[in-house]
């Protein structure tokens, strides 16, 4: 109750989550809105924007775009969100395990990490994508596997300093189980800060997503907006507004995460948030 | 038409005037043509690798004994006259004199014997299938060529252009292994032009052999292919005159008609007649539901060819009518036609038990999208909508010319989208996708879809080895009808690929190879 | 600790974190090898597709000529042997041995993607400097806003943007390529083309990592001006600017550059984006239409120098992080 | 500068300061109406705990308040000057000028990126006009470290703070501070955060400067002892408001205002008189056998690892009742050794002996078991207890991990929560809601609820304010009383050790130099290290003076009483 209350005076906090909320009212909707699958070729190509109907224009097979952007809201949103929490899934683990146990765990477990933020995070996802061929699942689990770095290191950073702070030893000579302290002390203490980053991750997962469309490796069923942007690039001089709308919906919905998140992590935790950005 | 007859006719060719080509006076030397090469070829020796940026480049470095004509009449290239022996097993040709290569060494027909007995058979698919038929090869003098064949094989006086028989240097590559000899890089040929420089990513620079053997040609300095990966960009640079020249799907379709508008540009769809490419959507035979013929006829019903046509291509396609172009000889438009109708595709699967499921739906098929261009992807997009109509759920597997390519080379398929050159004849271009002998799993461009039928197989074999064209017009009819009818794969487009060029250069379409020609006598008013 | 030490200190650690950057980049390697192995299409098939038309015997030649025939363990094992012998493979795609395929592009990538680094190290920092320093003022929320709206841009729309602003609509600059192709230009003049060339690229490259380090280096600035000591430097009686020459920038540099060390992985993956929108010649674009051709050599070789791009700068960075930071130097703090 | 003040003229006047809190504070005003002058070569010591605005009067003087944080009324003059009335430049002179400050945390309070000789000459460059050569600046740094008393300062001045130890880094601020013959000198807690002999010396030197420059000196401090030590006058801060001020020897002899005689008398003192007897059974409770610990701090690659000795073959023994008291300096190890007694730090070898087991041989469940009658209470309070947890869970769940009833713990630990002065409706309020000494209750009782026979008590008063701290520390003598508790209790301060331990032990650099009951270490140390500790304890000399003990045990009771209607 307190963090929401602190949360609705946080201003930029609020735009973030109206901004957000719209964002998913529309992908919600989308289906009423326009009841046509966003591939029914409805009007002529490169129907310009508002004439026939076309809000936004039409693309090269007379496609609505505004169509294509609602429905884009629903993949680049489940995508994000997914992938984030397969992100927050193998971080927190990693994290947790090498952070309780240290030692030679924990040197392994953070080689391992290094490794993958070592290798370029979006070539390598280019490489996974191709390598499994694109779809909702592969993108998914491609997305998670090289975004759970920074997770897994916050995971691990929140669990050192809890590890040893005095009320877990406190915790520990009162005869509590080691399994009690980490999921009754531990966890929610740290569970915050890493909340913050995950829904970072979301913004950040959703930009890869689009990226990766963008470069021709999206799931081919799915009208996303990297999709449409990556269609749109080569007729840019025909129909700017196959490629301008869906690269506004991006920036919009990131940007409403990300001003969310930081909000969040203001209200929760100032610490996590000045060590963040 | 007897032999005789048929001879004269021969002979004449080997004199006839080189057609197409302005030999009014006023051509003028000098001048550079600046066009596009995309994607980048991997190599410039065009006996090596048959990609098409490999074979437009190399074209102006690699030449062929002849030239094919609008009409794929064969006229003069490296050799000036040819005769074939009236049981149409022997031919000779004769070489035009002073032929040097860039490294200055004369040309001779020992270059030819080796080039294609020796080393195309070894790196030419296509040249290995032809000369195959070839029993025995001489040169009896430094300017005479013979071949023998086995049996006669009409369509063998097509297989001298610079695409399908480029002559290479014997004194280079004989007794070296031929894909990793270092000379590869410097591309030593026949052709008006030499390579100057290539600077990989970015361009690739030929200037004009000096030593070249017709007078006067080439009339152009030098000529640049630019390399520009991204579509928009390539269309940028046609507009604001970076380039003068560009070919194949250097410009996407939609750009086409701005270019048409554009006062200083010249347009045409000649030059791909000995291409005539092909497209059609793939449908693995061995597989339910695939394997009705019913539900094949429906497929070509529901798909609306003019409408795809329209969308996709934007109006540079022509709809096609079976397995041979309109562009190929011995193309009979007297045959079946599948007009666009939903119902008549509905009635086809219902009649063959595949009706609505619960959920409305009849089927679901995977179709994978053939990733060389950005059309495909559209066309993919199109047919899932066509299909839905009927309530088949496509589902378009996105992959990479590596899994593309390995799936259909290995039947692992359901549908796709494919595309093939008519080689200017059926038995070269067409019988290969049909015949039941060419049904070789792993590799690709061959009967993927594992069409056999013992009749057609007979047709087909039967035209390869006559001589006469009436004859062999009967014996490709019949086949086109059967064909028509079994629907082995869905008939989509005649794809028309445009040249598009600044008005100032001429000569730029003299053949049937269009921008593959070796442009010696393009020059610029 | 005397200054000599400290050096030698330096030097230890540069040795130590060399040895673990050969180990790396042997696990790298064979992490790639294992990785693009995995991935589905025969090289040979590929090949085959290429040429037009294909039939066995070519596919077994091909096969023969990379060892594609022999078990993976003998590839990989061959693999890491040409690593060390710095022999990246030959690529049969290309036909031309790998090293060179990425030497010729690594310049032009290099040329883009540390322009646009230092571009926006040096912008972000300053901007993010002044808007700490003038925290709360209309300046410091205009910067903020901006940095928060590029940090929410996708990298390839921005160029995309750019091209429709400046090229197509303005007609101002070249949308694509490295240098105006076949014209004659004194040597000053050729620079200034491809300068001309890289404006968009670099711009679009270099935004989202501007507005990281100028929000980083703001935050740091208010950090740092709450410390103990820059309350000694005013009880010093010291003027504004020393203080912030002298005590804070420094200190608030500290954090901006351990980022920007991290940093350098995302911006090589940018490059790939940038270079396909833009056409710019290099490494970038080579990645994706080796891994279109699936070919293993290139893709295996990119991966390996790419990572070792990366592991160096993270090594330089992490060397200017002990040159500012003394503490770093010997293990305490 | 000095030169300029005449000989007499007050160097600092406060007079009828006023300064606000920002809105929403816990007061209106930080500090209220508060007037006080230093003379020349005059200590004046703040007095007040925490939140009596003391630093706020030093930061005020120097215009160096927080932003948000203003005077609303009354003057400050430093050497004739106000500095509220001085344009920047005229401020800048002041400052590191006339007036000069050190403060609390001299790690923080120094650039931790330039070497300390740069931080000396750039107070220097700023002052000195015309602007002195490079190589004279150079040799007045050279002085001013040798005058601190650091040693080697050809080396020193090319070094970084973090080289230096606290001692050496508060002379560095010092050197910074005389750089410019500074007529006044503020040092806020500048003693707070060092050690006792480290803490003694540093008064020696502020007081020697002051001596041989004649200069005046407001000192903040806590600490009654230090007053004793240093003060000429005093000033008794409480909430913001002056309580009493006037010369040391008279506000410590006979103090006027209560709250002043209760801080005094906060104070603790060796009750030397009452040890109250031990039944010595032949058995200890626990047993300590020759602990060893070492710790390796990691430095990058091919680095030798720094070795740091935390215990070196440490025996002690603890007897039903009794409490032995563990003293040394920061780094001696004293926390090790209570944290390896309950196994939250593994000892390299040695043994720990209770209940008839050897701990360091218990793994898991059976360590859980045998832990469970040896307890400890840290330091911070504010660490130990579980944000996320009510009070009355934390106390519960250690006799819940026992199985007993969630109903009986709860029950339990409301009785608990009012034994150690809490109203039982604590137990369903969350730990943010208590201040630091209740918390330190709250820790006690928790771990009380598990009916130990051994308590270990890590710091346990330290971070508490004087008067809060003596209530504790009467708490925990009471229980110890009536549980026969035994108890380890390791502390800094060897005032506090003195009040309320039967046995001490010392520790330096891990070892044990010397052993003893209270008495025998208090009144005759037989090592040189131990008198140096003793010596080092502030306002010793004054508050071992007779008479002042005496009354000690009286007091007591009293102060329980006021410490339960505190909460």
Not at chain 1, 146 to 172: G, K, M
Not at chain 4, 163 to 180: D, F, K
Not at chain 4, 324 to 335: C, M, P, T
Request: include cysteine.
């Amino acid at each position: 109750m307190e963090t929401v209350r602190a949360f609705l005076r946080h201003p930029s906090g609020m735009i973030g989550l109206v901004l957000l909320l719209i964002v998913v009212v529309v992908a919600i909707i989308a289906p009423i809105m326009f009841p046509v699958s966003p591939w029914e070729m409805v009007g002529a190509p490169f129907t310009p924007p508002g004439e026939d109907g076309l809000w936004l224009g039409g693309d090269t097979l007379g496609r609505d775009v505004a169509a294509g952007v609602a429905y884009g809201a629903r993949v680049s949103l489940l995508i994000g969100i997914a992938s984030a929490l397969a992100a927050m899934a193998i971080g927190v683990v990693v994290g947790a395990i090498s952070g309780y146990f240290g030692g030679k765990v924990d040197l392994v477990l953070m080689r391992m990490t290094e490794l993958f933020q070592t290798i370029p995070a979006f070539v390598l996802a280019i490489l996974l994508v191709a390598t499994f061929n694109p779809s909702l699942l592969t993108i998914i689990l491609t997305i998670g596997a090289v975004s759970w770095p920074p997770l897994a290191r916050l995971t691990r950073a929140e669990f050192l300093r809890l590890r040893h702070r005095e009320f877990v030893e406190a915790a520990q000579c009162q005869g509590e189980r080691t399994w009690r302290i980490v999921l009754g002390h531990i966890l929610p203490n740290a569970i915050s800060p890493i909340l913050v980053v995950t829904s970072l991750t979301v913004a950040t997962a959703i930009l890869l997503e689009s990226a990766l469309s963008f470069m021709g490796l999206g799931d081919p069923n799915l009208m996303s907006w990297g999709f449409m942007i990556g269609a749109g690039r080569t007729v840019i001089r025909n129909a700017w507004w196959m490629s301008v709308f869906p690269g506004l919906a991006i920036l919009v919905t990131v940007l409403a995460i990300n001003l969310f998140g930081e909000g969040l992590s203001d209200v929760l935790n100032p610490r996590v948030s000045r060590r963040r950005s | 038409m007897n032999r005789r007859e048929f001879t004269k006719a021969m002979l004449a060719c080997g004199a006839a005037i080189p057609f197409g080509i302005t030999r009014a006076a006023g051509q003028t030397r000098g001048g550079t043509l600046n066009t596009i090469i995309q994607p980048e070829p991997p190599v410039l020796v065009t006996a090596l690798n048959q990609q098409q940026p490999t074979l437009t480049l190399g074209g102006k470095i690699y030449e062929g004994l002849l030239k094919y004509d609008a009409d794929l009449k064969p006229m003069p290239g490296m050799a000036q006259s040819w005769e074939v022996s009236p049981d149409g097993l022997t031919y000779t040709f004769k070489l035009f004199p002073g032929i040097t290569f860039h490294d200055g060494k004369p040309m001779t027909s020992e270059d030819v014997v080796f080039s294609c007995m020796k080393l195309l058979v070894e790196t030419h698919p296509r040249a290995r299938q032809n000369f195959s038929r070839v029993a025995s090869a001489e040169a009896p003098d430094p300017l005479t060529v013979v071949f023998e064949l086995k049996q006669p094989f009409a369509p063998f006086i097509g297989c001298f252009d610079c695409t399908s028989a480029p002559i290479v240097p014997k004194h280079i590559y004989d007794g070296t292994d031929y894909r990793k000899n270092p000379e590869n890089d410097k591309a030593i040929g026949t052709g008006p032009f030499k390579l100057k420089e290539w600077v990989r990513g970015s361009h690739v620079h030929l200037v004009r052999h000096d030593g070249y053997y017709l007078k006067d040609e080439p009339y152009l300095d030098e000529i640049v292919y630019r390399v520009i990966p991204d579509a928009a960009s390539r269309a940028l640079a046609l507009e604001n005159g970076t380039v003068q020249l560009v070919q194949w799907s250097d410009v996407e379709f939609y750009d086409v008609q701005r270019f048409k508008a554009q006062k200083n540009l010249e347009f045409t769809t000649k030059g791909y007649e000995y291409f005539a490419p092909h497209q059609w959507l793939e449908m693995n035979n061995r597989i339910a539901p695939m394997n009705d013929k019913r539900f094949r006829q429906a497929v070509m019903h529901l798909i609306d060819r003019e409408a795809f046509s329209k969308r996709v291509y934007f109006g540079n396609a022509k709809v096609a009518t079976g397995p041979i172009s309109s562009k190929t000889r011995f193309y009979d438009p007297n045959v079946k036609r599948y007009e666009f109708s939903v119902d008549k595709a509905k009635a086809l699967l219902d009649d063959m038990g595949l009706k609505p499921g619960a959920n409305g739906k009849r089927a679901e098929i995977k179709y994978i999208v053939p990733p060389y261009s950005e059309s495909y992807q559209r066309a993919g997009e199109f047919f899932r909508q066509s299909f839905a109509r009927v309530g088949i759920d496509l589902v378009l597997v996105g992959t990479d010319m590596a899994g593309w390519a390995e799936k259909v080379g290995n039947w692992d398929y359901e549908m796709t989208q494919n595309l093939l050159y008519q080689l200017g004849d059926p038995a070269l271009g067409v019988a290969r996708t049909y015949i039941s002998s060419n049904i070789k799993k792993g590799i690709l461009f061959s009967n993927t879809q594992g069409y056999s039928n013992p009749e057609v197989d007979k047709l087909f074999d039967e035209a390869a080895i006559t001589l006469d064209a009436a004859k062999r017009q009967e014996l490709y009819s019949k086949v086109q009808q059967i064909l028509v009818e079994d629907v082995p794969v869905a008939w989509t487009l005649e794809i028309e690929y445009p040249i598009i060029y600044d008005k100032a250069f001429r000569n730029i379409v003299t053949t049937g190879i269009g921008s593959h020609e070796t442009f010696g006598s393009v020059y610029k008013s | 600790m005397t200054p000599l030490g400290s050096a030698a200190a330096i030097g230890l650690q540069a040795i130590s974190r060399i040895a673990q950057l050969v180990a790396v980049i042997l696990v790298i390697a064979t992490f790639n090898f294992v990785l693009v192995r995995a991935a589905p299409g025969d090289p040979a098939q590929v090949m085959a597709g290429q040429s037009g038309a294909s039939d066995p015997k070519l596919l077994d030649d091909l096969r023969k000529e990379y060892g594609l025939d022999k078990p993976y363990f003998v590839q990989l094992v061959s693999h890491l042997g040409r690593i060390v012998r710095l022999d990246l493979g030959y690529s049969y795609r290309q036909r031309r041995p790998v090293v060179d395929l990425i030497l010729e592009r690594l310049p032009a990538t290099l040329l883009l993607t540390v322009t646009a680094f230092c571009l926006a190290l040096l912008i972000g920092t300053a901007l993010g400097a002044l808007a700490g320093l003038a925290a709360g003022s209309v300046l410091d929320t205009v910067f903020t806003v901006l940095s928060l709206v590029l940090y929410a841009t996708p990298v390839f729309w921005l160029g995309l943007m750019l091209v429709l602003v400046f090229s197509v609509t303005l007609g101002w600059l070249p949308p694509f390529g490295y240098e105006t192709i076949n014209v004659q230009l004194s040597p000053i003049a050729h620079a200034l083309d491809i300068m001309k060339h890289m404006i968009m690229p670099v711009t679009s490259l270099a935004a989202i990592y501007l507005a990281i380090y100028a929000r980083l280096m703001r935050s740091s600035i208010i950090e740092v001006a709450q410390q103990d000591f820059i309350k000694t430097a005013r009880a010093k009686g010291l003027s504004g600017t020393r203080i912030v020459v002298g005590h804070m920038l420094r200190n608030a540099l500290v954090p901006v550059v351990t980022v920007a060390g991290m940093q350098a992985g995302a911006l090589v993956g940018g490059a790939v984006v940038i270079e396909t929108v833009f056409a710019w010649p290099g490494l970038g674009r080579l990645t994706f239409e080796a891994l279109l051709q699936r070919d293993y050599p290139v893709l295996l070789g990119i991966f390996l120098i790419l990572s070792i791009v990366v592991i160096v700068l993270n090594l330089l960075t992490d060397l200017v992080y002990r040159l500012i930071d003394p503490r770093m130097t010997t293990g305490a703090a | 500068m000095s030169e300029s003040v005449q000989a007499n003229a007050p160097v600092l006047a406060v007079d009828r300061l006023s300064i606000a809190l920002p809105k929403g504070g816990d007061r209106p005003l930080a500090v209220e109406n508060v007037s006080f002058e230093i003379k020349p070569n005059e200590v004046v010591c703040l007095v007040g705990e925490s939140g009596s605005g003391k630093s706020m009067i030093a930061h005020a003087v120097l215009q160096l308040l927080p932003r948000g944080v203003d005077v609303v009324s009354g003057a400050v003059t430093v050497a004739g000057q106000d500095p509220s009335k001085l344009d920047g430049r005229g401020l800048r002179n002041l400052r590191g000028g006339n007036a000069a400050m050190i403060f609390q945390e001299p790690l923080s309070s120094l650039n931790p990126l330039k070497r300390v000789g740069k931080q000396i000459e750039e107070m220097i460059l700023a002052h000195q006009r015309p602007t002195p050569s490079m190589a004279e600046v150079r040799e007045r740094v050279q002085t001013l470290l040798t005058q601190v008393g650091l040693p080697n300062p050809l080396l020193l001045e090319k070094s970084y703070p973090f080289e230096l130890s606290g001692g050496q880094r508060q002379r560095v601020m010092i050197a910074i501070a005389m750089a410019n013959r500074p007529a006044l000198l503020i040092a806020d807690e500048p003693t707070t955060a060092l050690d006792v002999t480290t803490q003694r010396q540093i008064l020696r030197l502020i007081d020697d400067l002051r001596r041989e420059r004649g200069m005046g000196v407001l000192l903040i401090t806590h600490d009654f002892g230090v007053v004793a030590d240093v003060a000429d006058r005093v000033v008794v801060l409480r909430h913001g408001k002056v309580v009493e001020q006037g010369t040391a020897s008279e506000v410590l002899r006979n103090p006027q205002a209560a709250y002043t005689r209760e801080l005094i008398d906060a104070v603790p003192k060796a009750r030397l008189a009452d040890i109250h007897d031990t039944i010595v059974r032949p058995e200890p409770l626990l047993e300590v056998v020759g602990l060893q610990k070492t710790f390796r701090v990691k430095r990058g690659w091919l680095q030798p690892p720094r070795e740091v000795v935390a215990a070196e073959g440490i025996s002690l023994t603890l007897h039903e009742g009794e409490t032995l008291a563990v003293v040394g300096e920061s780094g001696s190890g004293k926390s090790t050794l209570g944290r390896m007694i309950m196994r939250l730090t593994e000892p390299d070898a040695g043994a720990i002996r209770f209940g008839g087991a050897d701990l360091r041989l218990l793994r898991g469940e059976a360590l859980r078991q045998a832990r469970r009658r040896l307890q400890i209470v840290f330091q911070d309070p504010f660490a130990s207890l579980d944000p996320r947890q009510k009070v009355g869970d934390a106390i519960a769940r250690g006799p819940m991990a026992y199985g007993t009833s969630r109903a009986e713990a709860m029950a339990q630990a409301r009785k608990l929560l009012a034994r150690v002065g809490l109203s039982e409706t604590a137990a369903d309020r969350y730990p943010h809601e208590f201040s630091g000494g209740q918390r330190q209750r709250i820790c006690i009782a928790r771990a009380l609820a598990l009916k130990p026979r051994v308590l270990i008590a890590d710091e346990a008063v330290s971070a508490l304010d004087i008067s809060v701290q003596a209530q504790v520390l009467a708490l925990l003598a009471e229980l110890r009383q009536e549980m026969r508790l035994a108890m380890i209790f390791i502390t800094h301060d060897l005032r506090i050790a003195a009040e309320i331990a039967d046995r001490v032990i010392v520790l330096q650099k891990g070892r044990i130099v010397e052993e003893g009951t209270t008495a025998e270490v208090f009144t005759a140390p037989r090592q040189a290290y131990t008198r140096d500790l003793l010596d080092a304890i502030p306002g010793r000399d004054f508050f071992d003076q007779p008479g002042f003990a005496a009354a000690a045990g009286a007091r007591q009771t009293a102060r329980i009483d006021s410490g339960i209607d505190a909460v």
